[in-house]
């Protein structure tokens, strides 16, 4: 079956880092993705990672791929008020399945 | 803004009322998505178009709702007789679909937030 698991909260404060975990149902995933959604907009595609690949860097992302445990995560260094958001991770089986998001709050 | 474009950004419409929305995707993409967003949820995937092909259609898609994309370029998604469950954010989706790599990802518009008095 298809499920994508994640936490549903975060709380982290500025300036430190944030790391937002998943865990998803199915091997034949080739891409996974992190999405970004600030209050009353859309959906931006922050970073993606293929399936045989381990770890990513972008800038202050970071993602990592456990393929054996079918675990994924999001690391942001420095993490800053802009960073206030719901992150979704998301498998691809041409439909995307995404979990249910993580709201990363920012203390100050 | 991906360059995916929806209209309108918000409908108020009373129940048993039709709406349409509608999705204009990056001009280059011929796979085009639906999802539906509910308060505290992920997006659930509605159905997809490979150029004016319906390919598929998730079992949430009730014989109320039907989607077209007629020429292959932008796409509209019908809501017949609303109900108050219908509520919810509709994204519009586009991706490069055939070939192989990051062509898979999809880039979402600002979506069509419905409320159904």
């Known amino acids: 079956g298809e499920d994508v698991e994640q936490s549903l909260f975060l709380s982290v404060r500025e300036g430190d880092s944030s790391v937002i975990n998943c865990t998803y149902t199915?091997?034949?995933?080739?891409?996974l993705y992190w999405y970004k959604q600030e209050p009353g907009a859309g959906l931006q595609l922050l970073t993606y990672i293929f399936s045989n690949m381990d770890m990513k860097q972008d800038q202050r992302l970071t993602v990592l791929l456990n393929k054996k445990d079918k675990h994924l995560s999001l690391r942001i260094a420095d993490t800053q008020t802009g960073d206030s958001a719901i992150y979704f991770c998301?498998?691809?089986?041409?439909?995307?399945?995404f979990g249910k998001g993580t709201r990363l709050h920012i203390l100050p | 803004d991906t360059g995916v474009s929806q209209n309108p950004r918000h409908k108020i419409t009373k129940r048993g009322q039709n709406v349409t929305f509608r999705c204009d995707p990056i001009s280059e993409h011929n796979r085009l998505y639906w999802y539906r967003q509910t308060l505290g949820q992920g997006p659930e995937f509605l159905t997809y178009f490979q150029n004016e092909a319906q390919l598929e259609k998730s079992r949430l898609l009730s014989d109320r709702f039907s989607a077209e994309r007629p020429k292959g370029s932008f796409s509209t998604l019908e809501i017949q007789r609303t109900e108050q469950g219908d509520s919810a954010m509709y994204l519009c989706a586009s991706s490069l679909g055939g070939q192989r790599g990051a062509w898979k990802t999809q880039y979402f518009g600002p979506g069509t937030r419905l409320l159904v008095l």
């Open positions: 199915d091997s034949s995933s080739t891409y």
């Open positions: 998301a498998e691809n089986h041409d439909k995307i399945i």
